[in-house]
């Protein structure tokens, strides 16, 4: 791993070009029992030329990269919000998705770097992969990436969303629409953001209220309005 360490490009391809075995680089030691996949090791340092070099060698460095080893690798770029890393990783995946996507679905990811406000760019990479689902729910909560988005206050994050044509009309567990969460947390911005989606359904009910009567309960005059303007009725 000393080559990769030092960020040392020449010297990663003099050693696989020379036969260094990827198998090995996965030594045991006492602490994790297995170290990560060199490419994943590679992720986790940032260095993102070796990385590149890593993924066009088809027939060493990823003949025993796993989608468990891509889920590790894509996590980390994500953690380390290194952009250029999460945009090389997901350029490759949506070229070779049959082969190497993660193991976890890419609405997982998504759904990660919203709760955690990555950078929009990260966003995109993502969305880049072009195989995501807007009715993803996740298995705890009923959460979907629009809910996560409200959940973290990330009003970047729900413009995005919006503008993809998440659906605005999705219940979660607790029977919150993200509009109706939004009103709840007193997310006035976002829930007006919401609102003016052509895509909700204005008169929905929310157990045995609605829309229009939760703005007014809390006084939200521009939301109350908007609502109105679209036909809410109390």
Same mark, same amino acid.
């Given at each position: 791993m000393?080559?990769?360490?030092?960020?040392?490009?020449?010297?990663?391809?003099?050693?696989?070009?020379?036969?260094a075995?990827?198998?090995?680089?996965?030594?045991?030691?006492?602490?994790?029992? $297995?170290?990560?996949?060199?490419?994943?090791?590679?992720?986790?340092?940032?260095?993102?030329? $070796?990385?590149?070099?890593?993924?066009?060698?088809?027939?060493?460095?990823?003949?025993?990269?796993?989608?468990?080893?891509?889920? &590790?690798? !894509?996590?980390?770029?994500?953690?380390? +919000?290194?952009?250029?890393?999460?945009?090389?990783?997901?350029?490759?995946?949506?070229?070779?998705? +049959?082969?190497?996507?993660?193991?976890?679905?890419?609405?997982?990811?998504?759904?990660?770097?919203?709760?955690?406000?990555?950078?929009?760019? $990260?966003?995109? &990479?993502?969305?880049?992969?072009?195989?995501?689902?807007?009715?993803?729910?996740?298995?705890?909560?009923?959460?979907?990436?629009?809910?996560?988005?409200?959940?973290?206050?990330? !009003?970047? #994050?729900?413009?995005?969303?919006?503008?993809?044509?998440?659906?605005?009309?999705?219940?979660?567990?607790?029977?919150?629409?993200?509009?109706?969460?939004?009103?709840?947390?007193?997310?006035?911005?976002?829930?007006?953001?919401? #609102?003016?989606?052509?895509?909700?359904?204005?008169?929905?009910?929310?157990?045995? &209220?609605?829309?229009?009567?939760?703005a007014? #309960?809390?006084?939200?005059?521009?939301?109350?309005? $908007?609502?109105?303007?679209?036909?809410?009725?109390?």
């Open positions: 000393t080559a990769i360490e030092k960020n040392s490009v020449d010297a990663v391809k003099i050693l696989t070009e020379n036969g075995s990827f198998v090995d680089g996965k030594l045991k030691n006492n602490f994790l029992k $297995i170290n990560p996949h060199p490419i994943v090791y590679a992720v986790q340092n940032d260095r993102v030329e $070796i990385v590149k070099y890593f993924l066009t060698r088809f027939d060493d460095a990823l003949k025993d990269f796993t989608c468990y080893d891509m889920n &590790s690798a !894509l996590e980390n770029a994500q953690y380390n +919000q290194n952009i250029e890393m999460v945009e090389t990783l997901c350029v490759f995946i949506k070229d070779n998705y +049959q082969k190497f996507a993660p193991k976890s679905p890419i609405e997982y990811f998504i759904n990660q770097a919203i709760l955690r406000n990555y950078p929009v760019e $990260i966003l995109n &990479s993502l969305f880049g992969i072009g195989v995501v689902d807007y009715s993803y729910q996740n298995e705890r909560d009923g959460l979907t990436l629009l809910h996560s988005a409200v959940k973290s206050k990330n !009003l970047e #994050a729900v413009k995005y969303l919006i503008e993809k044509g998440a659906n605005p009309n999705m219940k979660d567990s607790s029977n919150d629409t993200p509009l109706s969460m939004a009103i709840k947390k007193k997310q006035s911005e976002i829930a007006e953001l919401l #609102a003016n989606d052509s895509n909700l359904d204005v008169n929905m009910k929310i157990g045995r &209220s609605n829309y229009l009567k939760m007014q #309960a809390k006084k939200f005059d521009n939301l109350v309005s $908007i609502l109105k303007g679209k036909g809410a009725i109390e």
